[in-house]
Each structure stands twice: as structure tokens, then as C-alpha cells.
């Protein structure tokens, strides 16, 4: 069953409304200052008055379309999310003779690498309040929804329930592994490393192709995917 993203408006949540087009371009010029301040400084570190000076504009612009500074990360995490949901829906509704799980594993991966301060300082603020991972982890069910689009309209048939959970899980894992490589770095593979998609791509589908009910299924066959 799919589990949509809850509705935002075109001013992305956080934002006060623009409706001139100059408000509209403070905004953006805002939430990209934003982008650029938290990839090389702690977002906490960063007052209002840096993202204003960093914008090019005014403390009293800031406050004209943002609340505050929360308010402000609340709308950096929508704007991103609106990005990616563009972006995944491009790809997944194009048709094509490619991979869509490793096409889609690549583009996520490839986030975590351009955006790693931006996604830590989510994963901080969430710590204090849970409301900030909301949006994101309605992102994952997004994205887990639209793989399961893209595999219902290319077998005919929507995936049975207990391999849609499978490939739930497969995404959940993925997400899980990139996490634990932003924050904790772990090992063997790093963020950077350049088999870290390859490498979610067989995990993944291990865990789909599983059947632990069959001797093939708990040795971890292949991937098939069909109706069950």
C-alpha cells in the first residue's frame, strides 16, 4: 500500500508565502545560502545574520519569509525532499531497458555524498525534536512506493505482500547503511567508496530474492522479479 508524503504548499514548509516574484527569489537566494553555510559549518554554529550576509540581502529579509532559524531548516529539509521527489519521478516513470533499483540506489547514494552537512544536521535536530525526521522518513516511504510503481506497470502486476515487504526492507536497509556511513563511518565500505552502490544493489536484492521457506531461498538466490 502506498504511503504518500503529506501535501506542502509551493512555499515549502518553513516559509512564510511569496508571492512576488522578488520575495520568491529571497527566499531561494536564502535557502541557498542555507545549503552552502551548513556543508562546511555546524548548523548551530550559523546565525541568521550569516545566512542573510551569505544571501546578499538583510536580517529584516530573513525574518520577512522565515520565522526563525528552525523555521528556515524546516524549509531547507522541504525544499531538498520537493528536489528529490522530482528527480526520483523523472526516473522511475521514463521507460527504459536499465536497472531501476541500481539507477535509483545511485542517485540516492550520490546525495548523501553532495549533501553530507545538510543531512547530519537533520539527523542532529531530529535527536531534539522528532518532528524534523518526519518529512524524510515519508521520503523513504515515497521512494520505496514509486520502485513498487515502477515494478507493477513493468510485470502488469503489482508485487505480491510478502515480497513488497521484502523490498520495503531492502530500501529500509539501504537508507539504515548510508546513515551509519554519514554519521559513524564505519567500514569496509566508506560514503565515498567507489563499489558503495554496487554493493547496496546485490545487498538489496539478496534480501528481495529471499525465500526463507525454500533451501534456495535461505542460501540467497537470485533476484526474480515476479509475482509471487
Known amino acids: ?3 504518500a508524503l503529506p501535501p506542502t504548499d509551493g512555499d515549502r514548509t518553513g ?38 550576509k551569505a ?25 531538498r525532499l520537493e528536489e528529490a521527489r522530482t528527480g526520483i519521478a523523472a ?10 533499483l541500481e539507477a535509483l540506489v545511485a542517485m540516492i547514494t550520490e546525495t548523501f555524498r553532495r549533501r553530507p552537512g545538510f543531512l547530519r544536521a537533520a539527523l542532529r535536530k531530529s535527536m531534539e525534536d522528532p518532528s ?7 521520503h523513504g516511504h515515497f521512494v520505496a512506493d514509486r520502485y513498487l ?34 554519521i559513524n563511518a564505519p567500514g569496509p565500505l566508506q560514503l565515498d567508496h567507489p563499489t558503495l ?3 547496496l544493489v546485490r545487498a538489496m536484492r539478496l534480501v528481495i530474492a529471499a525465500d526463507t521457506s525454500s533451501p534456495a531461498g535461505r542460501q540467497g538466490g537470485r533476484t526474480v522479479m515476479r509475482r509471487e
Not at 522565515?66 to 523555521?71: L, S, Y
Request: proline share 4%.
Open 1 to 3: 500500500m502506498s504511503q
Open 15 to 52: 516559509a512564510l508565502p511569496a508571492k512576488q516574484a522578488r520575495s520568491r527569489r529571497t527566499r531561494d537566494q536564502l535557502l541557498a545560502a542555507g545549503y552552502r553555510l551548513v556543508e562546511v559549518r555546524d548548523f548551530e554554529a550559523v546565525s541568521i545574520a550569516d545566512i542573510a
Open 55 to 79: 544571501a546578499g540581502c538583510s536580517v529584516g529579509a530573513f525574518y520577512f519569509r522565515f520565522a526563525d532559524k528552525d523555521a528556515f531548516f524546516r524549509a531547507l529539509i522541504a525544499h
Open 91 to 100: 526516473l522511475l516513470d521514463t521507460p527504459d531497458d536499465g536497472d531501476p
Open 132 to 138: 524534523v525526521w518526519e518529512p524524510m522518513r515519508a
Open 149 to 182: 510503481d515502477r515494478l507493477a506497470r513493468d510485470a502488469g502486476d503489482r508485487p505480491a505482500q510478502a515480497l513488497e515487504r521484502r523490498i520495503r526492507f531492502a530500501f529500509q536497509i539501504m537508507n539504515g547503511t548510508l546513515i551509519n556511513a554519514l
Open 197 to 199: 552502490t554496487e554493493e
